[in-house]
């Protein structure tokens, strides 16, 4: 499903249109493209690609998943190592953000979201929604965020991100970004 698509069930959704269940029924919901990594690093953008690897067909994925790929983002130097992609909104939308992530050092894991008065995500920034940081552990641990699109929004640039405070990777799988109506992956 492509953003416009994706555009067009939330704008559905927001009106009570009977013909979002026609067009909704094909995906969990989510409007990132290659969110589980199976399909390697394609479609995400990443602000230090050297301090970037895939990990393909892991022994423990998160739960409830079988994922066939994720992404390590490592520290870079003091620099925070994120990867992201931009994806079109309904301005006041509630949206759902969140990502799965394991270390195996202290490392603080977090999934945000930048909004934007265009459809790019490039030229009129709005401002931030809070992030959602945790410290990854040995275990996988689903870091969440509830937004809700300012009133100028129209796209959003959605970051995971390993803050560092370690010298090694913090593995992230699962994210998603898509209003919680769509998404029965939620507790």
Request: one cysteine or more.
């Amino acid at each position: 499903m492509n953003q416009a698509t994706k555009a067009l069930i939330a704008a559905l959704l927001m009106s009570g249109s009977s013909h979002l269940l026609a067009v909704a029924g094909d995906e969990d919901g989510n409007f990132l493209v290659n969110a589980d990594f199976d399909h390697g690093l394609q479609d995400w953008t990443f602000n230090i690609s050297s301090a970037v690897t895939w990990v393909a067909n892991y022994d423990s994925p998160p739960p409830g998943t079988t994922s066939l790929g994720a992404v390590a983002l490592f520290q870079e130097g003091s620099e925070n190592t994120n990867a992201s992609q931009c994806v079109q909104v309904v301005s006041g939308q509630k949206y759902v953000a969140s990502v799965w992530a394991i270390a195996t050092c202290s490392a603080n894991a977090r999934v945000g979201v930048d909004w934007y008065g265009d459809a790019g995500c490039a030229v009129t920034f709005i401002g931030n929604a809070d992030m959602s940081s945790e410290k990854s552990s040995n275990d996988w641990q689903k870091i969440q965020s509830t937004v809700i699109a300012p009133d100028t929004a129209q796209s959003a640039h959605v970051i995971i991100e390993n803050e560092g405070h370690c010298n090694d990777a913090v593995l992230f799988d699962g994210a998603f970004f898509g209003d919680r109506i769509f998404s029965n992956s939620f507790e």
